[in-house]
């Protein structure tokens, strides 16, 4: 690998990673420099972006964050609190150089473990977790056409909201009250801490392109709301919550109904529905409206071989913290909640 580079970014390669990045089909919005700018914006983790060159040409790129928790561990990742990131390459021998230097920077900065979040298998020893799944769905080239690809009954559960008087409507950064609004109490009702409203500004701010959200209302108030991510043909929805009070109602079919439909008008070609576990509700949910599974490679690097660290909700050391945090009132988990879920990739 004599004749590879491989360096943290600096302002002169900016211009060859954006080229980079345009030619790689799966690059994300996650990939672009700026999204370190977020993290650091919203949760003040220090970042670091390597690129690799081949014969002066960047080959591979590797946005990595550093989280260091007592609760939760030392860790570098690839990346927190989205579905993707990683390794995007040219090819593996980039990837290993990347690697390579990553595992140099956890080891100084005294990392337990190197999380990769990647859409393709790897070809290396890294060990690996297959367990979760995205779920995609072809759109058609216009609303009718979508309309038609559903079943009978998925079209009658959409009809619900409606009937019931429910509205849905997709803006920007003024619809963040109301996302917002929905997703904390949600996220409460599961157990878990909610993202802060200042990282999905931040989001807004420097990505407003490609950022929509997408709200249902009944009497003009929020009952359901998701945030949308479009990038390359790619209409993402990361984050979607309704409020259970209204679950008899179906506020959900009429927010993924409007947001596939406003996938097909923008001229997408891909509705990303998230990342799911086979077999649960919301595998199910995805499913019926014709999504289908893709599967996701996480892979890791342990300090001394040492296991894969288990940091997930579904770890028995976390159900009474999960317990407790579903009576807790809203208006305390809003204030508590980021300063917990920053650590928690």
Not at 153 to 165: D, W
Not at 303 to 308: C, S, V, Y
Not at 322 to 336: D, E, N
Request: glycine share 8%; with cysteine; aromatic share 12%.
């Amino acid at each position: 690998m004599s004749n590879l580079s491989v360096r943290l970014c600096m302002p002169d390669d900016l211009h060859g990673i954006g080229k980079f990045l345009e030619t790689v089909p799966l690059a994300s919005l996650y990939h672009q420099v700026e999204w370190l700018e977020i993290v650091e914006r919203s949760f003040g983790h220090r970042c670091y972006y390597l690129r690799c060159k081949k014969e002066g040409e960047v080959t591979g790129v590797l946005p990595l964050v550093h989280i260091n928790s007592l609760m939760f561990g030392n860790m570098l990742v690839s990346l927190p609190f989205v579905n993707y990131g990683g390794l995007c390459v040219r090819d593996m021998e980039s990837g290993q150089a990347l690697i390579q230097e990553a595992v140099r920077i956890a080891e100084s900065v005294g990392a337990r473990h190197i999380e990769l979040r990647q859409e393709e298998l790897l070809n290396n020893r890294m060990a690996m977790l297959s367990h979760k799944v995205s779920m995609r769905l072809a759109l058609p080239r216009d609303t009718e056409a979508l309309s038609k690809s559903f079943p009978s009954k998925l079209r009658s559960q959409i009809k619900v909201p409606i009937k019931a008087g429910m509205t849905a409507q997709i803006g920007g950064l003024e619809k963040l009250d109301s996302f917002y609004h929905v997703f904390s109490i949600n996220m409460r009702d599961l157990g878990t801490p909610a993202l802060p409203k200042e990282f999905f500004r931040n989001f807004m701010e420097i990505f407003p392109e490609e950022t929509r959200i997408c709200t249902v209302y009944a009497a003009g108030k929020p009952v359901a709301s998701g945030f949308l991510v479009g990038y390359n043909k790619k209409l993402e929805i990361p984050w979607a919550s309704s409020l259970r009070d209204f679950n008899r109602f179906s506020p959900n079919m009429l927010l993924y109904n409007t947001c596939l439909e406003f996938g097909c008008q923008s001229g997408y070609e891909i509705f990303d529905f998230g990342r799911s576990t086979p077999g649960e509700g919301t595998f199910r949910f995805k499913q019926q409206w014709g999504a289908t599974p893709l599967p996701l490679y996480w892979y890791y690097w342990t300090k001394e071989g040492k296991p894969i660290p288990n940091i997930s909700v579904r770890n028995p050391k976390y159900q009474l913290a999960i317990a407790v945090w579903q009576m807790l009132p809203v208006s305390l988990t809003r204030i508590l909640g980021p300063r917990i879920v920053r650590n928690i990739p």
